[in-house]
């Protein structure tokens, strides 16, 4: 928070309680630079390692990031074994970091299609970093949003069958329950840099009345003028939430 403009520009804003990155855009940005994917990767980690910090600074107290979908296991097993084990160097060489900025680290998705050090490392993490309550960070690994709506159904089946619930009693309330982000609230914006504009499989249900901002920019190149310019977009927007205000 060194920048005078910079700072000057934030007392304005609406900070947003939660927001959402789809960090897209590594691989061309390594491509470009005549680089193997995974250094893309490896920009990119980086980069959320700054956003992290930027979002704490602003107030942001939930930042919830796509790292890997349950479609990105399709990619070749020379990209995918190298995102798995940028994850084990990401925690090992950032924990202190982590922790000194306050970060509670929370996953979602599928945790249980990683390999095993990769499981046991972001398990650790979660644990270790429970008490922290400056911002948390909740990363997307192995994550789908059909996959995860199905789940949820499969689980409320599972209430209904062991009479915890009656099919009278399901809810909007009470199905959010049986997601895996049941104690966030929904995003406030959704960022997706790196030029293009769709949701890919991220959050369907929970992005529902969120406010959606594309930047053609690369991930590895976001910067923080692009965080604060999508805050002020933010800003601006009107949320009437279906009413006629
Ligand atoms: C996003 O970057 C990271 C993951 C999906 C794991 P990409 O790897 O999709 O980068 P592009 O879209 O090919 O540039
Ligand atoms: C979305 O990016 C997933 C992540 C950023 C982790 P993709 O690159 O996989 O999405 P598509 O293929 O462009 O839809
Ligand atoms: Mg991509």
């Known amino acids: 928070m060194n920048n005078p403009e910079q700072n000057k520009k934030i007392e304005n804003l609406k900070i947003p309680a939660h927001v959402a990155i789809i960090m897209d855009g590594n691989g061309r940005w390594a491509k470009k630079r005549l680089l193997p994917r995974k250094l893309g990767h490896r920009a990119g980690a980086e980069k959320l390692r700054q956003v992290v910090r930027w979002c704490a600074d602003y107030n942001i107290k939930y930042l919830t990031v796509y790292a890997f979908s349950t479609e990105n296991w399709q990619r070749s097993q020379d990209e995918v074994n190298s995102l798995m084990n940028l994850i084990i160097e990401f925690f090992s060489k950032y924990e202190d970091e982590l922790r000194a900025e306050g970060v509670q680290l929370r996953f979602i998705g599928e945790l249980s299609d990683l390999p095993a050090k990769s499981l046991e490392v972001v398990k650790r993490a979660e644990h270790d970093s429970q008490e922290r309550n400056r911002i948390i960070l909740n990363i997307a690994l192995s994550y789908g949003s059909r996959q995860e709506i199905v789940r949820a159904c499969k689980l409320y089946g599972k209430a209904l069958q ?19 982000t049941a104690d966030l609230p929904d995003p406030d914006l959704l960022i997706r840099p790196g030029g293009e504009q769709r949701i890919s ?17 690369l991930w590895p190149d976001f910067s923080k003028e692009d965080l604060l310019q999508a805050l002020a977009e933010y800003s601006r927007r009107d949320r009437r939430y279906g009413d006629a205000r």
């Open 201 to 217: 499989n991220f959050l369907l249900w929970q992005l529902s009345y969120t406010e959606i901002y594309f930047i053609d920019k």
């Open 162 to 180: 062991n009479g915890a619930l009656t099919s009278d009693q399901l809810t909007i309330d009470n199905f959010s329950d049986f997601l895996y």
